[in-house]
């Protein structure tokens, strides 16, 4: 069965360093979908990803984030300059067209020291 | 973003049928519904989606009454195993659609 896949499955990194977290969808969705889950709270919307371009996303997502999709098979977050508040699971998840069920990676877990 | 509310917990026991209700009343005409399993420190797994009246799987069943205002999630003969935070989520299709944002779910607790 195809699944998401995420790398790595966990990070640490010091305030201030720049991280990137990869993804690889299944392979012929067109939905890309990046959230955040801090230990104990609900998941949270960062942004959604389509025609190679961003189609939405949350008050989360400012500035220090951005996303790519770099050759067609990846999908990255990056995180310019890390905080300590930004320490959480992080999933990607893609979908297709129609419907648009969303299937999630097992996320990458960012510790910011 | 469209908003939902349900239930903060539910108490279960083995081989019970369990019903999650999900209240969202500004749903779009272009949204569907769609519920998600989470276990901890795993990713949110896909139960089941529906846009209106009745959907089942081999795992559950959603209802959907005729003004889409709510949706039920069924879970029938419940295990241990399904003790997790369950969320219901609305999200539209097609171009512009909104992304689907998770509220603070339900933690289903099943006793043996």
């Known amino acids: 069965e195809p699944e998401v896949t995420q790398t790595p499955s966990h990070q640490v990194t010091q305030m201030g360093q720049e991280v990137i977290l990869r993804c690889v969808p299944i392979s012929n969705h067109l939905y890309f979908y990046w959230y955040r889950q801090i230990l104990g709270q609900k998941v949270e919307f960062l942004v959604s990803f389509y025609n190679n371009e961003i189609s939405e996303k949350s008050e989360i997502f400012d500035d220090q984030f951005s996303v790519e999709r770099p050759d067609g098979s990846n999908f990255t977050l990056k995180i310019r300059s890390t905080k300590l508040e930004d320490s959480a699971m992080y999933f990607c998840?893609?979908?297709?067209?129609?419907?648009?069920?969303?299937?999630f990676g097992q996320g990458t877990r960012l510790t910011v020291v | 973003l469209a908003k939902t509310t349900q239930p903060i917990s539910m108490d279960s026991y083995e081989g019970q049928e369990v019903n999650i209700t999900c209240s969202h009343n500004n749903i779009a005409t272009n949204d569907y519904i769609t519920w998600y399993q989470q276990f901890p420190s795993q990713g949110p797994r896909f139960i089941i989606q529906?846009?209106?009246t009745k959907v089942t799987n081999e795992v559950a069943s959603l209802f959907i009454p005729a003004d889409r205002k709510s949706s039920t999630l069924s879970l029938p003969r419940v295990s241990l195993s399904d003790t997790a935070v369950y969320y219901c989520l609305v999200g539209g299709a097609g171009p512009g659609r909104r992304a689907l944002t998770f509220g603070s779910g339900t933690r289903l607790q099943v006793q043996p």
């Open positions: 998840a893609s979908s297709p067209a129609i419907p648009p069920e969303a299937f």
């Open positions: 529906g846009y209106k």
